[in-house]
């Protein structure tokens, strides 16, 4: 077991990463709060880690609302009476976020809220409740495309995962001698929902695939093995970290034939 005695929130955790990392962690030890603004998917998380023996609860928190995300941390420190691993996983990308003269307001602010305020407010009340427990590990979602551009625009998704890797610095060297561990997870391109369904065609997935070394979309499950390092003891000394989990992507000039 590699989280024994942990309790770890998910949140965005009935699809995709958020899911198959509920599952690993559950299965290393964990007791795992699922959180999610999609119930029935939430909860049928919960139905699978416990059909494999494991722990879980779920919640229903939209994490750009303040009170949302007060209420998810409350609920793990009165369900499992601590909290040890905060995994701000939760984001969305807008089928109409395109480049900046097209990309309408709405857009970019939702972009925003979700996947940047989430974060904010994730660690807001995350940090507190993992300073009761005597420390722990923030885990934020990033992404690749927070370190290269691309000719195929998503501006919004793109500004809010650079933001996400500069909140994570920050607040890695202001919580590093409490015990707290803070890094980002950037992810390639993966094969989940929230990819496949803007490549809807075969062409729009090869213009990827030519990009990424390994030739291949990563798997969820892929990224959940990768959390479970940074949640575990074994990443005890890094902290402020962008941890690219990505086919070679952010390595790469010139892929290979
Ligand atoms: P997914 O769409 O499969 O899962 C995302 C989950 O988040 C869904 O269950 C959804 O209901 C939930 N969610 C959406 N808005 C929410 C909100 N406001 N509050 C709470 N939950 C909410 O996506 P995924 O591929 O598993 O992505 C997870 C994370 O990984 C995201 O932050 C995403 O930006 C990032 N990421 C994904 C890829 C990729 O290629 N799929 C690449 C890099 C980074």
Redesign the pocket.
């Known amino acids: 077991m590699r989280l024994p005695d942990k309790v770890a929130l998910i ?2 955790a ?5 899911r198959e990392t509920a599952l690993l962690f559950a299965a290393e030890g964990a007791r795992v709060v699922v ?4 119930d029935s ?1 939430g909860e049928e998380t919960v139905r699978m880690v416990r059909g494999q023996g494991g722990e879980a609860t779920y919640t229903h ?4 609302k303040a009170t949302d995300c007060e209420r998810m941390v409350r609920t793990a420190e009165e369900t499992y009476g601590k909290l040890n691993v905060m995994f701000n ?5 807008h089928a109409a976020d395109d480049d900046a003269i097209t990309t309408s307001e709405e857009v970019w602010d939702l972009t925003m809220a ?2 940047l305020k ?1 974060v904010f407010l994730g660690c807001k009340y995350g940090i507190p409740a993992l300073r009761r427990a005597g420390g722990g590990s923030v885990i934020n ?1 990033a ?2 495309v927070a370190l290269l551009g691309a000719a195929t625009p998503q501006v919004a998704y793109t500004a809010s995962k650079g933001g996400v890797l500069a909140l994570t610095r920050e607040l890695a060297i202001v919580h590093a001698r409490q015990n707290i561990r803070v890094n980002a997870l950037c ?4 094969h ?4 496949m369904k803007i490549l809807d065609t075969e062409e729009k997935k090869q213009r990827r695939l030519v990009h990424i070394p390994m030739g291949r979309f990563g798997e ?1 499950k892929e990224m959940a093995q990768a959390a479970l390092y940074l949640a575990s003891d074994e990443s005890s000394f890094l902290t402020g970290a962008t941890f690219s989990v990505d086919g070679g992507i952010t390595a790469a000039y010139v892929t290979p034939l």
């Open positions: 949140t965005g009935g699809s995709g990463i958020g959180v999610d603004v999609n998917a928190a939209d994490v750009s996983n939760a984001g969305i990308l979700v996947n989430g979602t992404s690749f992810p390639g391109p993966l989940t929902e929230l990819l969820a």
